[in-house]
């Protein structure tokens, strides 16, 4: 027989495929011993009561009351120790549901976040996002009390409230000053955000990894090792992640065809341009264009 948290975690991952998200508190912070939630998701966390010791890839940190957490389902996590009076507000969302082409996660953010994933909060920061998390939950339960009759300005209401409460805390981690401040990038580190700049000026025009090492003054080979070593994807998925990111925002103009967007980004037809598009977002750009708008 499943014990309470498997059916909740169960519950939740099934919330988290049909709506994007999950609003959870966590008694005893997450499933103990085994990865974060899966389906490539990103928890954003508020601790109320108690701590904990865990370790993010392999690095030690602690979490205590009145203290942000945002975890990424990539990195593997591990607990050394919870306590009993551990109690958290948490939102786990599927990438997909969190990275809208308006999002301004920047990768230097991104990095900044992966080794320093806790954040204090004053009583200020804490209460209001602990109101926005308690709008979002009792949002929630309404909706699911009257599902039948559920309207889609009822939907939308949960969703923003749900996309608030965790922009809040991304939006506090921006301006952690303790964070910039301690924060230092490797060599490689560095490397890979100078590729990322480039890439995101050059890449409709150019989508060769010969091109960036030499603007970048290294080899193609060091210069490939260094993004798989750091990011886990190879230079033609960087390619097609940056290209996907230029088509997302290019879609949010209701002006543009497919057809001209297709061209505008250089891909020989419409038909191409759609398959890498579906590849990398699960999604037409047709599906994603009403998605969005």
Known sequence: MRNNSEIADSKSEVEILQKGFAIINIQQFLIQGKRNW?????????????????????????????????????????????????????????????????????FNLHFEIAHFPVMKLNSEQFNHLEQLFKLAQDKDKENQISAENTS???????????????????????????TAQTFKYTQKEELMFKFLNVAKKNIINERKITYYAEQLSVTPQYLASVLKELSGLTTNQWV??????????????????????????????????????????????????????
């Not at 998701?41 to 030690?60: M, Y």
């Not at 958290?88 to 920047?106: E, R």
């Not at 057809?259 to 598009?277: C, R, V």
Request: charge should be positive; charged fraction near 20%.
């Open 152 to 178: 889609a300005f009822s939907t939308q209401i949960l969703r923003f409230l749900v996309l608030s409460f965790c922009y809040e805390i991304y939006n506090l981690f921006s301006h952690n000053k303790n």
């Open 240 to 293: 097609h992640v940056l290209i996907t990111s230029k088509a997302k925002h290019l879609l949010v103009k209701e002006n543009l065809t497919i057809q001209e967007i297709a061209n505008e980004l250089k891909f020989p037809n419409q038909s191409t341009f759609g398959k890498l598009f579906k590849n990398q977002t699960g999604m037409s750009p047709i599906q994603f264009r009403k998605k969005i708008l």
């Open 38 to 106: 899966q389906n490539q998701t990103i928890t954003c966390l508020i601790c109320k009561e108690g701590g904990a010791a865990f370790s993010l890839d392999a690095r030690c940190y602690e979490i205590h009351a009145h203290e942000a957490l945002i975890m990424d389902s990539e990195s593997v996590i591990s607990y050394d120790k919870v306590s009993r009076d551990f109690n958290a507000s948490a939102m786990v969302l599927s990438k997909q549901f969190l990275y809208s082409p308006l999002f301004p996660l920047s």
